[in-house]
């Protein structure tokens, strides 16, 4: 068969965001030739940013030793890393994915694969930001949850009355920075590795990670998944998802019960391809090993489209876990993109398991900065001045107000969590359908998703 190289245009990261991430520039870069969006839709030339001097590279299997030497010749580079998760191996998968180190410009050394035999693919080692835009900590009313009766909220307030308020035994991964496991509010929500021992020294499960308790930082290739102020992104997603509820303090989150794990992929410079890749097969490496893992929360996005990303997508549909993405906060103006037109990555992969999220305020407008597309985008949800977990100075719980699809995707993770701790037997498929099915029509998505409604988990 022959090998072939696949390439593609790129969409500059998202907008600017009012949080402590430096955005990680790489200059301008040339543009190339287009491929056809694999989701379908037209893309116009744009750069994206991804750290200049690596590639990622498949290498076709039974390429061996030769091949991968033949294409470092071709690159002027070295191997940095062989990417080869547990979960990759259980699939048959045995040549993973390889990052290099080249001497050349990247989009040089890409060129430079073209054709080359053994390879299947080459691309950027693309950088990704979360996806929020503003923080208006004095805002504290859980609109959100549809407190004060607010009809644009996710409803959540109204299943709890009906003693819905999720399950100890479901678990959402947070595949972006890490989140503050001893905050007041998110304490007895945090979740622990059942098959690791804390603290021993061992990899206990032999999933490759040494006393991974509460999850991995990917970023900073370690256990310690929370690293102070700086992973306030990551706890504000949290505490949407399940900040604990009827405790008297802070706020409630879409389920009172749940067990986050953290999968930190997102430093103080953003993250890579190649730890987005890592993050989302841990939680399915997890999942295949028995654990109730029911979604990833992925508020995060950029770059372009990488085949190394959505393979790793499509693992974790093979398992059984869905992917829920922001669909993005469109162009450093604030106006929201039609991802039907520009691709919005990770949101626009083509993968059963995605859903991606729109952002919409609390008088059920689309929020202004927030990216749709009739074809791309599923639904909407709260995102606009959302009130959540923050960690304080000195190791002190803290709250405050983050807008962002970022702020949008958690309320429909959180939902995943609400349905499947209602109906434990629901798959993956199963879990989407009712979440897409239940959104309740909205003018302002109307031709903006797919469903053209918000979510609503009263129906759960």
């Known amino acids: ?109 890409i060129e430079a694969l073209r054709g080359a035999e053994g390879v299947e693919f080459a691309e950027p080692n693309f950088i990704y930001q979360h996806n929020a835009v503003s923080n208006d900590p004095g805002l504290s009313q859980l609109w959100g949850m549809g407190a004060n009766g607010n009809q644009f909220g996710s409803q959540a307030i109204t299943a709890w009355a009906n003693g819905k308020t999720g399950s100890s035994t479901v678990y959402v991964g ?41 999850g991995w930082d990917f970023a900073g290739n370690n256990s310690t998944v929370f690293d102070g102020t700086a992973d306030d992104h ?28 953290s999968g930190k992929f997102l430093g103080s410079r953003g993250g890579t391809t190649a730890n987005a890749i890592k993050a989302i097969d841990y939680f399915t490496e997890l999942k295949k090993k028995g654990l109730n893992i029911v979604a990833t929360n992925n508020s995060w996005g950029g770059g372009g489209f990488s085949q190394g990303l959505q393979d790793a997508i499509e693992r974790a549909n093979q398992a059984g876990v869905l992917f829920i993405a922001a669909a993005g906060n469109g162009g450093s103006d604030g106006v929201g993109d039609n991802n039907d037109n520009v691709a919005n990555y990770p949101s626009n992969y083509p993968n059963a398991n995605v859903i991606a999220v729109a952002s919409i305020t609390s008088s059920g407008t689309l ?42 995707t958690p309320h429909v993770a959180g939902a995943a969590a609400l349905y499947k701790s209602i109906n434990p037997g629901a798959t993956a498929a199963q879990v989407k359908d009712a979440i897409l099915n239940s959104a309740t029509p909205t003018p302002s998505l109307s031709g903006k998703t797919t469903t053209g409604g918000r979510l609503n988990v009263s129906t759960f």
């Open 1 to 109: 068969m022959q090998n072939f190289l696949r390439f593609n245009s790129w969409k500059l990261a998202s907008a600017a965001i009012a949080l402590s991430t430096t955005l990680l520039t790489t200059g301008c870069q040339p543009q190339l030739d287009l491929n056809p969006n694999p989701a379908g839709a037209a893309r116009s030339a744009a750069s994206a940013d991804f750290v200049e001097g690596e590639i990622l590279v498949k290498m076709a299997k039974g390429a061996g030793v030769q091949g991968l030497a033949n294409a470092l010749t071709r690159v002027k580079g070295e191997v940095a890393e062989k990417i080869l998760t547990k979960i990759m191996e259980r699939m048959g998968d045995s040549e993973g994915v390889v990052l290099i180190k080249t001497k050349m410009n990247t989009l040089d050394a």
């Open 234 to 261: 990551g706890t504000h997603v949290a505490g949407t998802i399940g900040g604990v509820g009827g405790n008297g303090i802070g706020v409630a989150g879409v389920n009172w019960n749940v067990k986050l794990l």
């Open 367 to 408: 929020s202004s900065f927030s990216n749709f597309g009739a074809n791309q985008v599923d639904i909407g949800a709260p995102g606009s001045a959302i009130y959540s977990t923050l960690p304080g100075k000195a190791g002190k719980s803290s709250y405050g107000s983050y807008s962002g699809t970022s702020m949008a």
């Open 174 to 214: 947070i595949i972006d920075e890490g989140y503050m496991y001893t905050h007041e509010d998110l304490a007895a929500n945090a979740g622990t590795n059942p098959f690791e021992i804390a603290g021993n020294g061992r990899d206990d499960d032999a999933n490759g990670y040494v006393d991974d308790v509460y």
